[in-house]
């Protein structure tokens, strides 16, 4: 399987402030057919289901802010949250999705007001 | 709309087989790549993909516990069935099943609210 390891565990940030989060995948995630990087995160906050955030490494699913942004490519992914706002408490996930392999998600990333 | 549900037993003793079931609603499984996967949290940790089950019947399998699941689909039902053998208070965890829409590339954008499962004598 593919090992998804993000960092930090967790981070605490002033309001209005920028949150990084960072995923790093022991292999490539991107397909080359299609030059997609087959990487999503995952938002969830106590008592519910995860909300999918973005897919494909940097496309936002409908409905979710603009502040949340997706980057990178191959191996190594960020998340990127411009401006923290008191709904953004929550863990985020990422998760490979790789075309034909088992899917994994990282261990998770606690997002905190300072 | 969309939407999923996860049902089962609540408690089950160590060693016994556990047996779930997603019923959705608002699409169906038959459909080009349509998928529904599962996916378990234990209570404070995270999220584990367990399997997932693609509309042309072919299935996948977490690495480290292939050899204790089986997904299988009734399409005109719109039920999945996850089952698992052998369970230990290990297995203790939130059990959820999302949809997936491989097709464009979406992993798992509906998911239910997921059932507890404790595995205890």
């Known amino acids: 399987d593919i090992v998804m390891t993000q960092s930090p565990d967790s981070l605490a940030v002033s309001l209005g402030e920028r949150a990084t989060i960072n995923c790093r995948s022991s292999?490539?995630?991107?397909?080359?057919?299609?030059?997609?990087?087959?990487l999503a995160w995952y938002q969830q906050k106590p008592g519910q289901p995860p909300k999918l955030l973005i897919y494909?490494?940097?496309t936002r699913q409908s409905g979710v802010p603009d502040r949340f942004r997706g980057s990178g490519s191959g191996t190594d992914f960020t998340l990127t949250i411009s401006s923290l706002q008191a709904e953004d408490v929550a863990v985020y996930y990422c998760?490979?999705?790789?075309?034909?392999?088992?899917?994994?998600f990282g261990q998770g990333t606690r997002v905190e007001i300072k | 709309q969309v939407t999923l549900r996860e049902s089962g037993p609540a408690l089950v003793k160590p060693t016994q087989t556990l047996t779930l079931t997603c019923t959705f609603s608002?699409?169906?499984?038959?459909?080009?790549?349509?998928?529904i996967s599962w996916i378990r949290q234990p209570p404070g940790k995270a999220l584990e993909w367990l399997a997932r089950?693609?509309?042309?019947?072919?299935?996948h399998y977490s690495a480290s516990l292939k050899t204790r699941l089986t997904i299988s689909k009734d399409t005109s039902r719109s039920k999945v069935v996850l089952t698992m053998t052998n369970m230990n208070p290990v297995d203790t965890a939130r059990y959820y099943c999302?949809?997936?829409?491989?097709?464009?590339?979406?992993?798992?954008?509906?998911w239910g609210r997921g059932t507890l499962v404790i595995v205890s004598s």
């Open positions: 999302a949809r997936t829409v491989a097709v464009a590339g979406v992993p798992s954008d509906y």
């Open positions: 608002g699409f169906t499984l038959d459909s080009s790549g349509m998928s």
């Open positions: 089950i693609d509309w042309d019947d072919a299935k």
């Open positions: 292999q490539s995630v991107l397909y080359n057919s299609n030059n997609k990087n087959y």
């Open positions: 494909w490494a940097s």
């Open positions: 998760q490979q999705y790789y075309r034909g392999l088992t899917w994994t």
